[in-house]
């Protein structure tokens, strides 16, 4: 936002949303700032967007090793500080774009993690087994899922592990 102050041009960083916000608190984000957290936004999506691709291109061509990497990515979400996006994003893209580091993954974000890694799994083995239309229904439903933490930021897993744990946000 640009506002006129006499000969003076003030230029103003747009917050995102206060939903949007609350969103990725939900995930996880819940210590930092909605100045930090809209900076951080595109970048936190980045991982999203790029799985919910290889998920549909897997789920599409009923693909076994594009599902069984996205299922290997997915288990590195667990295991690893930063989802394996993450690194790309952080060491790669964010320095062109001039945009914050992001922080390691949530307790959330790694469960969601553990969900997608054995829907995949789940998803991948429907397929194996011939069982195709049943492959396509449980492959549609998790890319939903991915779909909507992609562009709304609402992550269904994440709301399910904070009522598990009874997390506020």
């Known amino acids: 936002m640009i506002k006129n102050k006499g000969k003076n041009m003030i230029k103003k960083r747009r917050?995102?949303?206060d939903k949007r916000i609350h969103r990725l608190k939900?995930?996880?984000?819940?210590?930092?700032?909605?100045?930090?957290?809209?900076a951080l936004a595109f970048g936190n999506r980045f991982a999203y967007?790029?799985?919910?691709?290889?998920?549909?291109?897997?789920?599409?061509?009923?693909?076994l090793p594009i599902l069984i990497a996205m299922s290997i990515i997915a288990f590195g979400g667990i295991i690893l500080p930063f989802h394996p996006f993450d690194?790309?994003?952080?060491?790669?893209?964010r320095r062109m774009l001039n945009k914050p580091?992001?922080?390691?993954?949530?307790?959330?974000?790694?469960?969601?993690c553990t969900l997608a890694t054995l829907?995949?799994?789940?998803?991948?083995?429907l397929f194996y087994a011939g069982l195709t239309i049943a492959g396509y229904v449980l492959g549609s439903?998790?890319?939903?899922?991915?779909?909507?933490?992609?562009?709304?930021?609402?992550?269904?897993?994440?709301?399910?592990?904070?009522?598990?744990?009874?997390?506020?946000?």
């Not at 967007?49 to 693909?63: Q, R, Y």
């Not at 829907?119 to 083995?125: D, G, M, P, R, S």
């Open 141 to 169: 439903l998790l890319i939903s899922v991915a779909f909507l933490v992609s562009t709304t930021d609402f992550c269904i897993p994440s709301m399910i592990y904070n009522l598990i744990f009874k997390i506020k946000v």
């Open 49 to 63: 967007v790029t799985c919910l691709t290889f998920l549909i291109i897997g789920v599409a061509s009923e693909n």
């Open 101 to 112: 580091k992001l922080p390691s993954r949530s307790k959330q974000l790694k469960f969601a």
């Open 87 to 93: 690194y790309i994003y952080n060491y790669v893209l």
């Open 15 to 17: 917050l995102i949303s």
């Open 119 to 125: 829907w995949i799994i789940a998803t991948a083995y």
């Open 26 to 38: 939900v995930q996880g984000y819940s210590g930092h700032s909605g100045v930090e957290l809209s």
